[in-house]
């Protein structure tokens, strides 16, 4: 998004700079960078504050663009911000924000006339109130986090939204370097992206994803697109960052690929996870590699849900799954709910027989003393398909498949035991 941003801002700069006797300040291309990262972000998010749009119009003007067509001109460059939202609800989102920038901007114009009034003599000159200092009212209360730097990486500037992120005050972020606040399992990505793409070109923008050590200890996720700046005159080169904090996101994220992966009654990794976990020990194995497999399925448990009904039965199957895993629960391996009452253990390299066996032995024995339901005493066995075969060559589903054959097998010869195969390949 990065690359858009900086596009809409440039865009967004000529327009509301076209015909003006001077040129810009440099300031105000990162300036409107920022509120359009502000736009994006409330186009996206799940509750939707038109207020955004009222606060950018003020910001507008707290900036020095006071005239009346100023939000006429924003509107023909911003309505292209829904192209870039998947938002089902974008384009009303984007006519309320602009709605609200025309709002916001006549509000600061009549909040600036009743400034100048109340003022008997004028002061042009001022240090308040000329438009350095309203570039830095504006850059200091933008919600995106904003950062200056040098090329070397120390921060010139920086915004009370980055200070607020990392939870120190404004004023001790000058000076220090991009990397105090990185996680240091995350600095040479930036480093390398930073200062071995970026600088080197002199040009572009490059977006980053990366943990943060917040001044508390405890760790985020910060999202920044960077972009190289060449300087104006005699000014030298400089980055500038703008972007937020996304440890909500990646929280989300995180919950969502959980809960894919997990079966929501027992809480045990699911079929997904299981064979994603196969195919990742299929990809790196040697050749000598072996891999355990339990397939198991409990005897009559059909006869559980018809005589005490669906919840005696799902309870007895969270306790199952308890009891399964915490008898293997030193053995390194997964157990793994894929059905109705079926489970694997995935028993990893080096799989030997005996091991493969000994957890084997453990998974019966976790269920031989009764259940206890709701008042109920549920003898339940389980009987087991164990197979130890080579990894290297193989495919999961072929795996999966040896497991349920030799499930079968034992299940054909009684219940409550196990029958184990030993393949080659």
């Excluded at 972000?41 to 020095?64: E, N």
């Excluded at 020990?281 to 849900?305: M, Q, S, W």
């Excluded at 795996?399 to 184990?420: E, I, M, Q, R, T």
Aim: some cysteine; overall charge negative.
């Amino acid at each position: 998004m990065g690359d858009v941003e900086q596009m809409l801002a440039r865009a967004w700069l000529k327009a509301l700079t076209r015909g003006a006797a001077r040129e810009a300040a440099p300031q105000s291309r990162y300036l409107l960078h920022g509120l359009i990262v502000d736009l994006l972000a409330a186009l996206h998010t799940d509750r939707f504050d038109v207020s955004v749009g009222v606060q950018v119009g003020r910001a507008l003007v707290a900036a020095g663009w006071t005239d009346e067509m100023v939000p006429w001109v924003s509107a023909r460059v911003l309505h292209r911000l829904a192209d870039h939202c998947r938002h089902p609800d974008a384009d009303a989102r984007l006519a309320a924000l602009l709605a609200g920038l025309g709002q916001g901007h006549q509000a600061g114009l009549c909040e600036l006339r009743d400034l100048d009034h109340a003022h008997t003599t004028p002061q042009p000159d001022s240090a308040d109130s000329g438009p350095d200092s309203r570039f830095r009212m504006v850059f200091d209360n933008i919600a995106a986090a904003v950062a200056i730097g040098d090329v070397e990486g120390t921060l010139l500037e920086a915004n009370s939204a980055l200070a607020e992120m990392i939870g120190v005050p404004v004023e001790s972020l000058q000076g220090i370097s991009v990397y105090d606040f990185a996680h240091p399992d995350d600095k040479e990505h930036i480093r390398s992206l930073v200062f071995e793409e970026l600088v080197p070109a002199r040009s572009g923008t490059v977006r980053l994803e990366r943990r943060l050590v917040r001044a508390d200890g405890t760790i985020g996720w910060m999202s920044f697109a960077i972009t190289y700046v060449p300087g104006l005159g005699d000014h030298p080169d400089y980055l500038l960052a703008v972007g937020g904090d996304v440890t909500e996101l990646h929280q989300r994220h995180e919950e969502l690929h959980r809960q894919a992966r997990h079966d929501p009654l027992t809480g045990l990794p699911n079929r997904r996870m299981l064979t994603e976990r196969v195919d990742e020990l299929i990809t790196t194995a040697h050749p000598e590699d072996r891999a355990g497999f339990c397939f198991v399925d409990l005897d009559h448990f059909k006869a559980i849900n018809d005589r005490y009904g669906h919840s005696v039965g799902d309870k007895a199957l969270s306790a199952v799954a308890a009891r399964l895993r915490n008898s293997v629960r030193d053995q390194h391996c997964l157990l793994a709910r894929i059905g109705g009452d079926e489970f694997v253990v995935l028993i990893p390299p080096p799989a030997s027989t005996s091991r493969t066996t000994l957890i084997a032995d453990r998974l019966l024995t976790a269920l031989a003393v009764p259940i206890i339901v709701d008042g109920h005493s549920l003898r339940i066995s389980a009987s087991i398909g164990v197979i130890v075969r080579p990894l290297a060559g193989a495919d999961t589903e072929s795996l999966l498949a040896a497991a349920d054959a030799g499930l079968y097998n034992a299940k054909s010869n009684g219940k409550g035991h196990w029958v184990l195969q030993i393949l080659d390949a």
